[in-house]
Every structure is written in structure tokens, then in C-alpha cells.
């Protein structure tokens, strides 16, 4: 039990009094921090939100990988453990000072001045410190976190593949940038304060049962009344609150979705602005927006609703905690039993034993989203993990050859397109992809490539940057124009006359005086433009194959000839694999494949090019 501190002798009983009780609530706050610690390890291990947690964080956190973020927040969990420290010392420096006003002493006054003077810079540097270390381990978490995730996503080409999973991911672009910082910054906060609040408890209970008195009740005196009044209270009010509150969880994980979406179709509006003022959509498009965002709205107002009947429960509940303590303790200030210096620690500890029980009660909604938050993180994780399980062809680095063996492309509903292909390639040979519409022709490529889930069998190629895939709509990244050019290569300012060569020798020499510029270039070139821009890349990179589907789709025909004539001229060793439609193609391949969409194939060979 904590001794209750007097002011006779005012400054001599006030620093003995606060001597005794910091020794205990030190011990009693340090096993408090050790045990909750022990608790939450268990609990990660043990729940589902544990192990989501341990899923994302785990390795980060791991001393086998490094031991300055275990470190770091450990110094975290001792700064929290200060704060504690510091609204003891408060709570008591309450007491003596109005104790001091009370009884009318001027130097016991100015003595709590200069200690109210040395606590509140003590509480100033504690504040500022923990703020600058709190923000350097969230951005070194979400750096790393940002990392991982981008890499997973971009393994296996999951961040493509994905969308043959039977339930995609839905917006990866915000689990990525909003998901990730939220998770980050919820992680810290609500451990933290989670850790806060538990020795919050622990030491003003200690004070609050120093100062508390027997109360009756119904003819039967309750010893400490206090202590046990206000466990009770706050105890029926979480529950309260918790029931209250369990459908935000739900609605959190929608908002999130529901905003994602109605982003994604603004995007995709801008991405397409011209082919919808082509077609004069603005309507339609108007229409599926507004859709949209009704869906968005109306979870916004279910969260409204819900959080009217969750906050105003939880006002009502902390109003009411204000007055209690002063309706328990008036009887023993009015009749001399205790000081103005002790009703006001009283109400100081009472709010602060409130708030430290309240903590998951006033969180839930934080705790809600933060639920919300772990399950769209996860849920990226296990679907791009889904995503590499899904078959593939077995593709085997091939640096002087296009070798395809029993090559089997179906539908997604299990149409066969292409049955037990077999085609060898050899440096300098070209082969010509012909079929009607919907034949497979790209799905083919797609197999090739590998990314194709229905296909089986084996193709050997040349791989990563000897391969370069050029498709009707060219993929201009973003960056300069020296960017566009060399990609998926990098340029630099050393390599601008080779640069300016290769747009010359396609027909863009306009451009080489912009290579520096940044700008969105797949809105400012046309098609055709963009089409040149790809065979500039390819002469550029100077691949062992190139795999063209309709590449020369919107150009004329003498452009198109032009194109392939340097290719074959420039590059005689270089692979081609073409998909298109016209007869003057023919003449640039020594090989043709043609296909019907029932699974035959014909193979025939002709002339090289000249």
C-alpha cells in the first residue's frame, strides 16, 4: 500500500512520500512492462491477428536479420515507461501544490514551482525524443515493409499472374502506398499505447488505494471502494463498447475497398480520356462513377451511424468518470479527513486508472481499422504466393535458340487452342504467327513468355533482357525520353548519339533533341509513333529474339516494310517471332505457323528473306 503524503514539513514529507511510492510503482511498473510483453509474444503466436502480424513484421523485427530495430524499439517501450514516470510525478506534485494553496504556505509554493519547472523540461526533452525516435523507426519500417512487399509482388510476375486467381486482389497500388504506411504507423501507436496503458493501471491503482476509503453499500462496507468502483465501471462500459463497435471492422475493410475502386475508375477515366470523347461516353462513364461512389457513400454513412452510437457511448462514459471521484471523496474533504491536495490526485489518479482501462474501449475503432488493415496486407501476401503456385510451361534459359516441345494452350475453360506444338528456331530465322481472330496467337506469346497459367509443356529461349516482347500498344514507362527508349536496358547521357541514331533510323529524329525532357509520353506520341519507338528500342537493346504482336499495326505498309528491312539488316542474327494479319509480313520470315483455335497447327517453311 502507498503511503498518502501530508504537508506538515511540507517539502520533507512531500519527497519522502514520493520516494517510497516511485520505489514501488518502479519494481511493480518494470514486472507490469516484462509481462505484458511475455503476453503479447504469446498472443502473437497463438491468434489470427497475432500471426497476420508476425507475417508482415516478423522479419523485420528478427534479430537474426538485425538487432537495431529490436533495439530501437525497445528504446521506444523505456520512453512510454518514462511517460508513466513522469504523470507519477505530476499526479504527487498535484497533491503538495494544492495542499500548499490550501494551507495558505508561500514557500512550500514556490518550492513546487521550481519542481513543477525541472518536470515540465524533464516531460518537454522526454516528449521530443520519443517523437524524432518514434518517426525514424516508423520510416526505416516502412522503407523495408515497401520493399519486401514490392518484391513479392514483382516476383514470379505475380503482379500480373494474379489476375487468373479466382479471387484477384483488388487494388495493390493501395495496399502498397495507404495499407502499408497505416500498418506501420498503427503497429507503433497501439503497442505503445497498449504497453502505456497497462502500467498506467498498475501505478495509479497503487496511488488510488492509498488514497481510496470504505464506502457502504446496502448496509455492507466495500474496503478501498474506489479502486473496485471504477474497475467495475469501466469493465461494463467496454463491453458495452465492444458490442458497439464490432461492425466497424467490417465497415473499415469496405471503406478501404469502396475507396480503392472509385479511385481506380477515376484513374482508368484519365487513362482513356480520348477513347471515351471518341465514343462520346461521358454518359456511361458519368454513370458507372456515380455508382461508385454511391457504393462509397453509403458505407460511409453506415460508419456514421454506427460511430454515433460507439463515440457518444464512450463520451457519455469518460463525462461521467469526471465527476465520480469528486462525488466519493467530498464527504472526507468537508469533514477534515483529507486535503484539497489529495481530492485532486484523487480525481488526477481516478482519470488516469479510467483512461489506462479504457484505452482498448476508446481504441476499438483504431483497433478496428488496424484489423482491417492487417487482413488486406495478408491477403496481398497469400495471393501473390497463390499466384506462383499457379502452373506454368517449364521455361529453360536458351541463350542461342527458340526450342518449343509439346507446347498444350487451353482457355481459362479448358478449350484447347494449340495441341502438342513442336518448333525449333535458330539465330537468324523468322517465324510468322497466322490464325483468324481469337485463334490464340497472342496466348501463344503469353505462353512463350511464361506467364500463361493454361499452358503445358517446355519452351528453351533466350531470357531476361535478350528477349524483348513488343505488343500493339507499346509500354512507355515513366521518366524521360532516354528512359523510354532503353528500356527495360538503362541509358545514360553517355550513350545519347547511339540514341539519337536509333530514333533517325526509324523515322522519330524529331526526338532526339528531347531525350532529357519528362513528360507522359504515351499521351503525347500517337500509336503509330509509339509503334516506331518500339523498333528504336529494339536497336537499341540489341536482343537474341524479338516477339512482335501486330506491331506494325498502325502503320502503312511501306513504314511497315522499312521496319522489318532494318531489323533484318541491322540484326542478322537475331530471332523474330511475328504476329499479323498482312501478306507483305510473309516475305520477312523464313518460317510460318498457322493456326485454327481447335488445337491443329501447321508449320511450313520457306524462303529467307533476302
Known sequence: MLPTPRMNSMQMDWSKALQESLSWLAAASLITGFAFAAAAALAIRCTVWGRQFWQLAGPYLHPRRDW?????????????????????????????????????????????????????????????????????????????????????????????????????????????????????????SLALGAVSAVVSLVAFTGILWGLSAPLAVAGVEVPRAMVFAVYAYVCVATLVAFRLGRPLIRLNFFNEKLTANFRYALVRLREYAENVAFYQGAAIEQHTLRTRFAELIANAWAMVYRSLK??????????????????????????????????????????????????????????????????????????????????????????DALDIDGLQVRRPDGHHLLDSLQLQLRPGQALLIKGPSGSGKTTLLRSIAGLWPYAEGAVGRPCGHQALFLSQRPYLPLGDLRTAIAYPAEASPQDDARLRQVLGRVSLSHLGAKLDVTQDWSRILSIGEQQRLAFARVLFNRPAIVFLDESTSAMDEGLEHALYTLLREEMHSTMLVSVGHRSTLAAFHTHCLQIDAKGSWTLSQGQPPA
Open 68 to 188: 537495431r530495430p529490436l533495439a530501437v524499439f525497445a528504446l521506444l517501450l523505456l520512453l512510454a515507461l518514462v511517460s508513466v514516470r513522469m504523470d507519477v510525478l505530476f499526479s504527487f506534485w498535484y497533491n503538495g501544490f494544492y495542499s500548499a494553496l490550501q494551507d495558505l504556505d508561500s514557500r512550500a509554493f514556490w518550492h513546487f514551482i521550481a519542481i513543477f519547472t525541472v518536470l515540465a523540461c524533464i516531460h518537454v526533452l522526454r516528449a521530443l525524443l520519443n517523437f524524432y525516435v518514434t518517426q525514424a523507426f516508423a520510416i526505416r519500417w516502412r522503407v523495408w515493409l515497401n520493399d519486401r512487399l514490392t518484391a513479392d509482388w514483382m516476383r514470379g510476375d505475380a503482379y500480373y499472374r494474379s489476375q487468373f486467381l479466382a479471387e484477384p486482389v483488388d487494388n495493390p497500388d493501395q495496399r502498397l502506398e495507404l495499407d502499408v504506411k497505416a500498418f506501420v504507423t498503427n503497429s507503433i
Open 310 to 399: 460507439f463515440d457518444g457511448f464512450n463520451l457519455a462514459v469518460s463525462q461521467g468518470a469526471v465527476i465520480f471521484p469528486f462525488l466519493l471523496q467530498a464527504p472526507r474533504f468537508f469533514s477534515g479527513a483529507i486535503k484539497l491536495g489529495d481530492v485532486m490526485q484523487t480525481s488526477q489518479a481516478f482519470g488516469q486508472v479510467q483512461d489506462a482501462l479504457s484505452f482498448f474501449r476508446t481504441s476499438y475503432d483504431s483497433f478496428a481499422q488496424y484489423r482491417a488493415t492487417l487482413e488486406r496486407l495478408c491477403g496481398f501476401l497469400d495471393a501473390n504466393t497463390q499466384t506462383r503456385e499457379l502452373p506454368q510451361v517449364i521455361l529453360r534459359e536458351q541463350p
